[in-house]
C-alpha cells in the first residue's frame, strides 16, 4: 500500500526500500489473491518457461470453472530431498536472499483433500502455509535449530545472481490464501511448519 492509502504492484520483493516493511510484516504489505492476474508470464516476457507454462495452463483452465486448481509454492517438509527447498538451500554454493510464500507438503496435501471432501467451489486456490519469510530467515533458522557453525555465502545483489548464478528468471512473490480459511481448512502459520520441519529433520 502507498503513501496516499491506494494499493500497487512491486515486481522487485528485494528492492532495499521494501526490506523494513517486509522485515516488520506491515500491514502495508499484501500478497498477491486467487483473483489476481499474474504478472509473470509468456504475455509480459519475463519469466521462466516453467513459469510460464504454468500460467497457461491456468488460462485454458478458466474455462472449466468446477476444476480445481491447487497452487504450491517451493514446497519443503522434514524429508531430505532434491525438490525440498530446505535441502536446497543448504546445498547451494551461494543463498539468493529474496522473500517468498512456502508450502509445507503434508499441510499442501492435506489442504488439497480437505477442500475437495467439504465440496469447496472450484477454481484457483493459494495453498501456501500463511505468512511470508526471506531466505536469510530460513538460513537462521537452520542455524539454530541443525547447523550452528553453518556460514553460507550470499549473493551480493540480483545484478550478481542474475549474471553468475541464475540460468533463468526467478518469481519472487507473497500469495495470500484468501479463498482457504472460509472454505473451513486451514494451513499452519509459515513459522510453525518450518519450526516442525526442522525439529524433525531428516526423519522418513
Known sequence: MGPDGTWGECENLSDPGLAELLQTRSARIAGFREKDRPNFTFHQNNCSFYSGTKALTEEALRSFPDTYLWRLRIPFDERRGDRNYLTKVQSYPKV?????????????????????EKGAPGGAYNLTNPGYVSTAE????????????WRPLFWGDDAEFYCLGAKAPRSNCILESERVMPAGVRLRPIEEALDDALSRWGQE
Open 96 to 116: 539468493y536472499q529474496n522473500w517468498n510464500s512456502l508450502s509445507h507438503r503434508g499441510d499442501f496435501a492435506k489442504a488439497c483433500l480437505d477442500l475437495w
Open 138 to 149: 530460513v538460513v537462521a533458522k537452520i542455524q539454530t535449530k541443525l547447523r550452528p557453525d
